[in-house]
């Protein structure tokens, strides 16, 4: 019986996140039809409201400037992680028969298009989105193989789940994962990439 309530609840979630899409998405037609409409207003009001560089660094607080390097340095490890993740699926998903997760549909670099940010800001942009895409890359990477070979729940409530976890098993019900686990690893081969 509470399986049947989660399932409702889940269902309801995925049907808010749908509308929520459909939503961000007829935003985002309007705002390209107004780019059409409105081209060259819009690219002068861009080209009045990107800041200069001198200005931008000149105001930008000198704590800011001396963190730049410990941010920027986390990109390596971000790089390797990438990799040795990206081989990991190359590898291990086609042998488990579980769809590749497509690394296009979570890294999106499209900010640097932006005519109001200057140099710095896009640059900042396009490290922002390649690292908190790869993160949702790496954890989608991670729930298919969780789906795979781990899909129990845990019995300490999780401040943030992924994608996958409202399809696995209750914490303590041996009877579902052992009868069950199957069709949620079939489920990952039927997933399109």
């Known amino acids: 019986m509470e399986h049947h309530k989660i399932d409702e609840l889940v269902a309801k979630i995925k049907a808010l996140e749908t509308e929520l899409e459909e939503e961000l ?3 985002y037609e309007r705002f390209t039809c107004e780019i059409t409409k409105k081209r060259e207003e819009l690219l002068e009001s861009y080209r009045h409201d990107r800041q200069g560089l001198i200005r931008y660094l000149a105001t930008t607080p000198i704590l800011h400037l001396l963190s730049a390097p410990v941010i920027w340095s986390v990109l390596i490890p971000a790089l390797v992680l ?3 993740v990206t081989i990991y699926q190359w590898i ?5 028969k579980i769809a590749k997760v497509k690394r296009s549909d979570y890294i999106i670099i499209d900010r640097h298009r932006l005519g109001y940010l200057n140099p710095i800001e896009k640059l900042n942009c396009l490290y922002c989105s390649y ?3 790869l993160m949702g ?3 989608e990477i991670a729930a298919r193989t969780e789906q ?3 899909p129990i729940r845990h019995a300490t409530r999780m401040k943030s789940i992924h994608s996958r976890y409202q399809k696995f098993f209750e914490y303590g ?8 686990s199957e ?10 990439e």
Request: glycine fraction near 8%; include cysteine.
């Open 183 to 192: 069709k949620l690893r079939d489920a990952l081969a039927e997933e399109k």
């Open 131 to 133: 690292f908190n895409g």
């Open 173 to 180: 019900d041996s009877g579902r994962f052992r009868n069950e």
């Open 148 to 150: 795979y070979w781990c």
């Open 137 to 139: 890359y790496i954890s």
């Open 92 to 96: 291990c998903f086609p042998i488990y």
């Open 25 to 27: 998405h007829q935003e």
């Open 82 to 84: 990438d990799g040795f």
